[in-house]
T-cell receptor
Framework: GEDVEQSLFLSVREGDSSVINCTYT??????LYWYKQEPGAGLQLLTY?????DMKQDQRLTVLLNKKDKHLSLRIADTQTGDSAIYFC???????????FGTGTRLLVSP | EAQVTQNPRYLITVTGKKLTVTCSQN?????MSWYRQDPGLGLRQIYY???????DKGDVPEGYKVSRKEKRNFPLILESPSPNQTSLYFC???????????FGPGTRLTVL
C-alpha cells in the first residue's frame, strides 16, 4: 500500500536554507504536494510537482523529485521565523481521489 | 471570501454522547473530505464525497458517519464517541477530486 515518511523535526537558524525530506513507496504516484500547517490553522498548499518533473522552483521554494529513489524534498531559501510550521508532503495517483499524507515535519526557525 | 468553515472549533464530550461536526464550503466544490490528524500519524482520510448523495469510506471510517444532502455541507457524525476518537479533525474541499484541496481550520475533539 501507500506509505509516505518524513523526519519529525528540523531546526534551523534564520537566514539559513531548510531542506525537508520525504520518501514515498507508491511508484505510480503522479502528483506530489507540500502543505504547510501553522499553529491552530488548517493546511495550506505550498506547491506541488507532477511526477514527470524533476524540479520546480517558486520564489524561495524549490521542490526536487528523485523518482528512482522515490524521494521528494522541499528547500526553503533564506528561512524566516514566519516559516516555522509543520510541513506535510502528500502523494496522489491519477484517478484516485484521496491524498496520502506523511507524518509531517515540524520546522523551528530560531533568530 | 472563499473558505471552508468547521464548527465547533473545540469540543469536549463524554463517551457515548452523539455529536456532529459541521463543515461548509462556499466555493461550489463537488468534492469534500474529512481527515483526522494524530501525532506521528499525519492526516488520515475518514470519508469523502464526490458529489451530493455520493459518499465513500476512506482509510479510517470506523465509528463515523457522514451525509451529503447539499453541495455545500458535509457533516461528520459520531454516533457513540469513544476516547480513541480524540483527535484533530479537518474538513477539506476541492472543485473535483483531482484539484487542490482547501482545508478548514480544524476541530479539536476530546472524548472523555
Amino acid at each position: 500500500g501507500e506509505d509516505v515518511e518524513q523526519s519529525l523535526f528540523l531546526s534551523v537558524r534564520e537566514g539559513d536554507s531548510s531542506v525537508i525530506n520525504c520518501t514515498y513507496t507508491d511508484s505510480s504516484s503522479t502528483y506530489l504536494y507540500w502543505y504547510k500547517q501553522e499553529p491552530g490553522a488548517g493546511l495550506q498548499l505550498l506547491t506541488y510537482i507532477f511526477s514527470n518533473m524533476d524540479m520546480k522552483q517558486d520564489q524561495r521554494l524549490t521542490v526536487l523529485l528523485n523518482k528512482k529513489d522515490k524521494h521528494l524534498s522541499l528547500r526553503i531559501a533564506d528561512t524566516q521565523t514566519g516559516d516555522s510550521a509543520i510541513y506535510f508532503c502528500a502523494e496522489r495517483n491519477t484517478g484516485f481521489q484521496k491524498l496520502v499524507f506523511g507524518t509531517g515535519t515540524r520546522l523551528l526557525v530560531s533568530p | 471570501e472563499a473558505q471552508v468553515t468547521q464548527n465547533p472549533r473545540y469540543l469536549i464530550t463524554v463517551t457515548g454522547k452523539k455529536l456532529t461536526v459541521t463543515c461548509s464550503q462556499n466555493m461550489n466544490h463537488e468534492y469534500m473530505s474529512w481527515y483526522r490528524q494524530d501525532p506521528g500519524l499525519g492526516l488520515r482520510q475518514i470519508y469523502y464525497s464526490m458529489n451530493v448523495e455520493v459518499t465513500d469510506k476512506g482509510d479510517v471510517p470506523e465509528g463515523y458517519k457522514v451525509s451529503r444532502k447539499e453541495k455545500r455541507n458535509f457533516p461528520l457524525i459520531l454516533e457513540s464517541p469513544s476516547p480513541n476518537q480524540t483527535s484533530l479533525y479537518f474538513c477539506a474541499s476541492s472543485l473535483t477530486g483531482t484539484n487542490e484541496q482547501f482545508f478548514g481550520p480544524g476541530t479539536r475533539l476530546t472524548v472523555l
